[in-house]
């Protein structure tokens, strides 16, 4: 299997704070999933660690960044962590990647009764038990925030949902949040408007929709 547990030109590296600020989420919850999830409980059935140490930080490529959204997405519906790694185990052997939660074909095949969560799947279904409902709704949600490359894994990731104006994609300023048609840092906007600046003014000099700015404060506002 090809792991993502160094750093690589164009691929994006996310420190565990960094996912914290993404996804609004506090770091401690990320760092313990960093640390007993991915390194600990998965690294252990496949020899290798899905993050590394860089100058003392903990980080991870895009793909794994991807997994943790949609594990912690269960997690937040109430499917027991043990459950969500019993699925992702099995689909790492079915679809030999060790990136299973982040390929389009396995969240295309997330469904819900309402009170179930299951995985259909050519070989079988994985059923998630959770002590929570899990809406198709909510599962709905993995993919639209979501684009796939042609490997069918996950490309980009839209912190705000596609109808905004952010994303986050490896192969554009070291996969740092930008905007979907500049290469601006949504805190550049947020800066100048935290400074006193109007948005309309903020849109005016960068010749730029007043919609950006709105979304670069909504997003740095909730980060």
């Known amino acids: 299997m090809d792991f993502e547990?160094?750093?690589?030109?164009?691929?994006?590296?996310?420190?565990?704070?960094e996912i914290a600020q993404i996804l609004r989420l506090p770091y401690q919850k990320i760092y313990l999933w960093m640390n007993k999830y991915w390194d600990d409980k998965l690294g252990k059935n496949y020899g290798e660690k899905y993050s590394w140490q860089m100058d003392g930080t903990r980080a991870v490529s895009f793909h794994t960044f991807v997994e943790f959204y949609v594990m912690m997405r269960f997690s937040e519906a109430g499917v027991k962590p043990k459950e969500v790694m019993k699925a992702h185990t099995e689909l790492v052997e079915w679809y030999k990647t060790p990136f299973p939660f982040a390929l389009k074909e396995v969240l295309d095949g997330?469904?819900?009764d309402g009170k179930r969560i299951f995985l259909n799947h050519k070989q079988g279904t994985?059923?998630?038990n959770g002590m929570k409902q899990f809406s198709l709704e909510i599962i709905q949600m993995f993919f639209v925030k979501l684009d796939f490359?042609?490997?069918?894994?996950?490309s980009r990731f839209y912190p705000l949902g596609k109808e905004k104006s952010i994303v986050v994609d490896p192969a554009r300023k070291f996969g740092s949040p930008v905007f979907k048609d500049h290469n601006i840092y949504p805190e550049t906007f947020y800066g100048m408007y935290?400074?006193?600046?109007?948005?309309?003014?903020?849109?005016?000099i960068y010749e730029v929709?007043?919609?950006m700015v709105k979304d670069a404060i909504e997003y740095c506002t909730a980060a």
Request: hydrophobic share 35%; charged share 20%; glycine share 10%.
């Open 194 to 204: 935290k400074a006193g600046e109007s948005i309309e003014f903020i849109a005016y």
């Open 110 to 112: 997330i469904r819900s």
């Open 209 to 211: 929709p007043e919609q």
């Open 126 to 128: 994985i059923e998630l």
């Open 149 to 154: 490359g042609d490997n069918n894994l996950a």
């Open 5 to 17: 547990n160094k750093p690589q030109i164009g691929l994006g590296i996310y420190t565990a704070s």
